[in-house]
């Protein structure tokens, strides 16, 4: 069973561009969430998606968004990047929602896309 | 505020010794626990999930136990070994707002 697939794995961007990256799910979760790592702030939760609804999200700017496909698979989009926007992004999937009432979902990361502001 | 601190930063332990890890949360209402496994440059992997109304779940040589009440959790290993050698990350659910909160992490060193 494939794992979660996400692309690219690094990239390099100058201040004020913008970034696409984009997550795959395992095949049948419905889930898809977004997270931020960086030496400072460790992993910070950016949002989730559930069968293409935005459900939960957490405390970043608006420069931040994702959308979510028929097909799960998922991108997000940071526009206007500053330095402090340099991190590692992962994605999970999840069977059912990973956060918010009831949700239990085991997460599964992928291996990453690490973006670097210049 | 919704928080997770865990402890301690950072540990180096021999290979074969046991280890516990401390977690501590003031995260409210809460919905769940979670610990992951960092390996350098990889996504984390999940260890266990425990909900309000378990207090210990075991994933091989890997124990958590929670205490609701205090709002503390710990990570045990048993019997080491250098695979171990990681970052364990120590993650809370809100049952409201739907965030997930990240501690910071303990970085383990299992040296031979």
């Known amino acids: 069973k494939a794992g979660v697939t996400q692309t690219p794995r690094y990239l390099i961007k100058t201040r004020g561009q913008q970034v696409t990256l984009s997550c795959s799910p395992i095949?049948?979760?419905?889930?898809v969430s977004w997270y931020q790592q960086t030496p400072g702030q460790g992993l910070q939760f950016l949002f989730e998606?559930?069968?293409?609804?935005?459900?939960n999200k957490g405390n970043f700017p608006g420069r931040f968004s994702g959308r979510q496909f028929s097909n799960s698979r998922s991108e997000m989009n940071v526009s206007t990047l500053e330095l402090g926007d340099s991190a590692l992004y992962l994605c999970?999937?999840?069977?059912?929602?990973?956060?918010?009432?009831?949700?239990?979902?085991?997460?599964?990361f992928g291996e990453g896309s690490r973006l670097t502001v210049l | 505020k919704n928080q997770v601190e865990q402890s301690p930063q950072s540990l180096i332990i021999l290979e074969g010794k046991n280890c516990t890890l401390q977690?501590?949360?003031?995260?409210?209402?809460?919905?769940?626990l979670r610990w992951y496994k960092q390996d350098t440059g990889r996504g984390p992997v999940s260890l266990t999930i425990?909900?309000?109304?378990?207090n210990t779940k075991s994933n091989g040589r890997y124990t958590a136990t929670l205490d609701a009440d205090t709002k503390q959790s710990s990570l045990h290993i048993t019997a080491s070994q250098l695979s171990d050698s990681a970052s364990y990350i120590c993650?809370?659910?809100?049952?409201?707002?739907?965030?997930?909160?990240f501690g910071q992490g303990t970085e383990l060193s299992v040296k031979p």
């Open positions: 425990m909900t309000f109304s378990e």
């Open positions: 999970a999937s999840s069977l059912e929602l990973a956060g918010g009432p009831g949700g239990t979902g085991e997460l599964f």
């Open positions: 998606y559930f069968s293409e609804t935005q459900r």
């Open positions: 977690c501590n949360y003031t995260v409210s209402p809460f919905s769940n």
């Open positions: 095949s049948g979760h419905r889930s």
């Open positions: 993650v809370v659910s809100a049952n409201q707002g739907g965030k997930l909160i």
